[in-house]
């Protein structure tokens, strides 16, 4: 088994980290590390909640990224060697993540790190992998307008998500929109983004508002939902709090036929621990739903399931945190390193077919080709597929709009 997590440290804040580092002699103030891995194995660290809030959706991320990792060991490692993860748990805790990836790259000396969830904890990583030019793969879709070269991200940006979801919408009637989301980063972006959009295409925000992480009593935005009378509720809810909404939904006796949610962060996992019953018939946008059906993705349900049980499922996350373990391991393989430098330059223009279809890393951004799709949530809690782009999307994302006519430079990961 590589997870290592029960045998390492709590460091609960990053002074006990740097008071730690000190004592053990590591330098805390280094500019960057040489990732060596010395020894048998090529560490990389896995870095999810797999307690807390938004354990519902982030702890089958890090069970992805195992399962690929055992292919990569199978299949004879890497540069000679098998691969060993260090996993650590953030706990749903942004200030977590900071002192976890900063113990990664400084103690374990891990060569890559995949994780993160919400837009909030990849922003407090950040600081770590630029002080340490370490490297994140990233899994999730997000609100894009971030410019970093520290992070390949292998999820959605919002021309691949958001905007289609909000035309596919559009075009079949829905003009007045309610926003609603969790209080941080990604969804507070994402409706600028669908504000915005809408203005374009002659559609109305008709509400709009934002519900702590965690969040269960939903009874008052059900009332205001109802009272700006919407065509649908366009859903950035993450974690635990998609229980609550559901819930409390369905409790005030509205149906998807009634009025519709479009989620783009409700998936398979969510809807196994909420149940069919309170989200059959709302929809979701996303690259792959696990009812996919081709001979690739078909082989990744099974693998996953004989892994880690029948009645688990996969969805988009989740096949991200899979299929970009793979890139990374050709990436390796390419460069015959596992410098940060050499991966980051070999990964450019990578192609993978992907249970979702085929993948490619964009060589200008290190953004990731992707599928668009919707899906319906059916009684047996899977998603029938309604509309898919048939070709992967090129990614976009990086607004200028949104940030004052600043270019983003990839290369350098600064702005001009």
């Known amino acids: ?79 000679g060697r098998q691969v060993e993860a260090v996993v650590e748990d953030a706990a749903s805790d942004p200030d977590r993540f900071q002192v976890l990836a900063e113990k990664l790259l400084a103690q374990d000396q891990v060569c890559s790190i995949f994780g993160c969830w919400t837009s909030i904890s990849r922003k407090k990583v950040l600081p770590v992998l630029q002080q340490h030019d370490g490297l994140l793969w990233y899994p999730l879709q997000y609100e894009g307008n971030e410019c970093s070269r520290n992070v390949i991200y292998t999820g959605s940006t919002p ?30 972006t994402a409706n600028r983004i669908v504000e915005r959009h809408l203005e374009e295409i002659r559609g109305v925000v008709a509400g709009k508002e934002y519900v702590p992480l965690g969040e269960q009593d939903f009874q008052a935005t059900i009332k205001r939902i109802r009272a700006a009378r919407p065509d649908v509720v ?21 149906t998807a036929k009634d009025l519709p949610v479009m989620a783009t962060t409700l998936a398979e996992a969510e809807v196994r621990r909420i149940g069919a019953l309170l989200t059959e018939g709302h929809l979701s946008t996303w690259a792959y739903f696990q009812s996919v059906d081709t001979l690739d993705n078909n082989a990744f349900v099974k693998k996953f399931k004989d892994r880690y049980g029948d009645r688990r499922v996969t969805d988009d996350p989740i096949e991200a945190a899979y299929f970009q373990v793979h890139i990374w391991a050709e990436a390796v393989r390419k460069a015959q390193s596992i410098d940060v430098d050499a991966v980051r330059e070999t990964v450019l223009g990578i192609k993978y077919n992907a249970p979702e279809g085929p993948v490619r890393i964009d060589p200008q951004n290190r953004h990731t080709w992707k599928m668009f799709r919707i899906g319906e949530v059916g009684e047996n809690g899977q998603f029938n597929v309604l509309h898919s782009s048939g070709d992967p999307v090129d990614p976009a994302p990086w607004d200028q709009t949104l940030n004052s006519g600043l270019a983003c430079d990839w290369k350098t990961g600064h702005t001009r």
């Open 234 to 254: 366009f859903s950035t809810i993450n974690g635990d709090s998609n229980r609550g909404f559901y819930k409390a939904f369905r409790k005030a006796g509205i």
């Open 1 to 79: 088994m590589m997870d290592s997590a029960s045998t390492k440290p709590d460091y609960t804040s990053r002074r006990q980290f740097l008071l730690a580092a000190g004592a053990a002699g590591i330098g805390a103030g280094m500019a960057r590390f040489n990732f060596r891995s010395p020894g048998n194995t090529i560490k990389v660290g896995i870095l999810h909640s797999l307690s807390g809030t938004m354990a519902i959706s982030e702890a089958p991320l890090r069970d992805a990224a195992l399962l690929a990792m055992e292919e990569v060991n199978r299949q004879g490692g890497l540069l």
């Open 159 to 188: 021309n691949q998500q958001i905007l289609p979801a909000v035309d596919w919408l559009h075009g079949r009637g829905s003009r007045r929109f309610y926003l609603l989301g969790s209080d941080y980063i990604y969804p507070r």
